[in-house]
Structure formats: structure tokens, C-alpha cells
């Protein structure tokens, strides 16, 4: 299968991207947008099913979905002490009861929840009626008690737009391909992502019953720079890419790392500890760092060797300059993307 090119809104947690999402949708008219991705665990279901349908009918039907369930502890413990990451288990439960939730408010028929973090409707709820007429029976029983809920809009797309997590762990990434939804992965060597796409194409298929089932569903997130020499490419990323990661690596304490990149059967060695952030992920495949040439034989190796189905290129590093961005850009869009 073919790699395609899709180019996807990445804001960080846990602003709301489909503000900028609305603001793109006025600006463009075949542009994808997407998420990479709302924090659920930070935001009310019905809210978000109700704001990614309705920017959904605003692009005619140009969203993916993209959900994640958090990266840092001191804002999800925040907005919610379920999302809390520091327990992993709790966190990722309500995760994905959010994501059922929103599933039954994109169904467009009367739905009822009730799960271990939210229930709907709330309970104890009574109309007597109004004006307009009587009751729908399909929301009220005979008391006037609010029995179902339903959403507006549901989404432009049908049944609903494609869903992607962001995904690195391989307990998510089955997770999700058991509920149908795409896997985007970014902290992963090459060794890992293979392992990632493999647990992803086994789950699919065993659980929808065909290879087709795993088509077009996975994709990875790396930094990316292209330059007309690799020792211009470097001189550039190396503070970049090491900025990043000292950032990240303090971020959280459910961060595992070095060994966060590394698949089941990888080892993390002296010599992995002994290397600055960039000579250790460019070595194991993370870093799309160099010439076009370079860069375009790293993603054929991604192609053949791992079935890379989607790749979004992470561009806005600290210490690149708008300059040095705009033509690791457009070095890529003239010389690597025509190869594929």
C-alpha cells in the first residue's frame, strides 16, 4: 500500500483543537483536519461529541478524529482526578468510556449510559410538558421522567468520522484496534513500531475477521528535518531534538524514558545512556533527520518493512527557526514526497 501524506492540526494538551480546527475549515477546501488529540480524560464526552460533529458539518465532512488519554499529570488530575495518570488503570478506563459515550451520541438514535464515571441521563430528571405539545415517548416516560438522551448535530460523515488514537503502549494499541480505531504512535524506534503494527494487524484482524479490517488504520508521528546536507540536517536538529526530550523525559512520572522507544526484545545498553537524546533516537530509527534522499529512503524502509500506512510529520521542535522550518518543508515537499 502506498504511504499517504495527510497533514493534521497538533496542539498540545489540553487545548481544545477544534477551535483551530473551525479556524482552518474557513482557510482550506480539501484539507484533512484532525486531532492529535483531545485529552478525553479532560473534557466532558457529550461536549466533545458535540464539538467534533459540529466541526464535522462545518469542513463537509473533512475531520478525523483524534483522541489521547493525556501525557502530563498536573493538568489531567486537574480538570479531572479520574484522569489522573498516575493511575494508569483508572485513566485508561475513563478514556474509553468517554470514547463509548461519544459513539452512542454520534448513533443519532435516543441513548441511555451507565457506567463508573458518568451516567445519562441524570437521574431524577422530571418534565411535566410544555407548550408544544406532549412528551416524546422516546425520551420521556409516562411521568415525564427524561429516560433518553440524544446529541445535535451528529456527525456529517456516517457513521462517524475516522477515529485515531495516539497511541505508544501496546496495551492501548490493541485496545484500540479492538474498537475499530486507528493508531497513531510517536515515542517508538523502528524495531518498536514494527512490533506496535504487528499486535495492531493481529487484534484487527481477529477481531473483525479479515486483514482489511487493519487497511489504512496506522500511522506514526517523528520529528522530521531536511536539509541539503545531513551535516546541516544535524546541525540543526541535535539542540532541537535534545530540547524536546529533556523537557519530556521531566514531564511526568509514568514516563519510562530511554526504554519508552525500545520494543519488548530491545536493550537499552551503557552506551544508550552514555548518548545525547538525538545520536540515541536517530540511531534507533526515531529521528527523520538529513538529506531528502535520506529522508525518503528512512520512510521506504518504514514502507516495506513495517506496512507504514500514514505518516505525520512532526515539524515544531524548540530552536528552529521559522526560516529553517519553511525550507525543511519545502525540501520535502518537492523531493521526498513525490516518492511516494
Known amino acids: 500500500m502506498a504511504t499517504r501524506f495527510r497533514t493534521r492540526n497538533s496542539t498540545p494538551t489540553p487545548t481544545d483543537s477544534c477551535f483551530f480546527g473551525a479556524f482552518l475549515a474557513t482557510v ?36 478525523d478524529f483524534g483522541m489521547i488519554r493525556g501525557i502530563n499529570n498536573r493538568v489531567s488530575g486537574n480538570f479531572n482526578p479520574d484522569g489522573d495518570r498516575r493511575n494508569q488503570e483508572r485513566n485508561k478506563a475513563l478514556f474509553w468510556e468517554s470514547f463509548e459515550v461519544i459513539m452512542k451520541a454520534w448513533s443519532g438514535e435516543p441513548f441511555t449510559h451507565r457506567g463508573e464515571f458518568y451516567t445519562f441521563p441524570c437521574p431524577g430528571w422530571q418534565d411535566a410538558g410544555n407548550d408544544h405539545g406532549e412528551l416524546d415517548p422516546r425520551y420521556y416516560s409516562a411521568d415525564g421522567e427524561l429516560i433518553t438522551l440524544s446529541v445535535q448535530p451528529t456527525p456529517y460523515q456516517k457513521p462517524t ?29 523502528f524495531a518498536a513500531t514494527r512490533e506496535q ?5 493481529e487484534t484487527a484482524e481477529k477481531e473483525f475477521g479479515s486483514e482489511e479490517a487493519a487497511s489504512g488504520r496506522l500511522g506514526i508521528m517523528r520529528t522530521v528535518y531536511v536539509a541539503e546536507t545531513r551535516e546541516e540536517a544535524e546541525r540543526v536538529m541535535r539542540p532541537a531534538v535534545n530540547g524536546l526530550l529533556r523537557y519530556v523525559d521531566g514531564l511526568t ?38 538529506t531528502p534522499e535520506d529522508v525518503t529512503g528512512q520512510l521506504k524502509q518504514f514502507e516495506t518493512e513495517v506496512g507504514l500506512e500514514h505518516f505525520i510529520a512532526y515539524w515544531a521542535l524548540p530552536a528552529i527557526s521559522y526560516e529553517q522550518f519553511v525550507a525543511s518543508t519545502k525540501l520535502f515537499a518537492d523531493r521526498v514526497m513525490p516518492n511516494f
Not at 258 to 280: G, Q
Open 197 to 201: 503494527t504487528n499486535a495492531y494487524r
Open 28 to 63: 482550506t477546501k480539501t484539507l484533512r483536519i484532525g486531532q492529535c488529540g483531545i485529552c478525553l480524560p479532560d473534557h466532558h464526552p457529550i461536549r466533545v461529541a458535540e464539538n467534533v460533529a459540529m466541526l464535522d458539518h462545518m469542513t463537509e465532512g473533512r475531520v
Open 161 to 189: 468520522p475516522p477515529c485515531w488514537v495516539m497511541a505508544d503502549s501496546l496495551s492501548t494499541t490493541v485496545e484500540s484496534a479492538a474498537h475499530g480505531c486507528g493508531v497513531i504512535s510517536w515515542a517508538k524506534s
Open 253 to 290: 512520572p509514568s514516563w519510562n524514558g530511554r526504554k519508552a522507544f525500545l520494543a519488548k526484545d530491545e536493550e537499552l545498553t551503557d552506551e544508550d545512556m552514555s548518548l545525547d537524546w538525538f545520536d540515541f533516537l536517530n540511531g534507533r530509527g526515531w529521528c527523520l533527520v538529513g
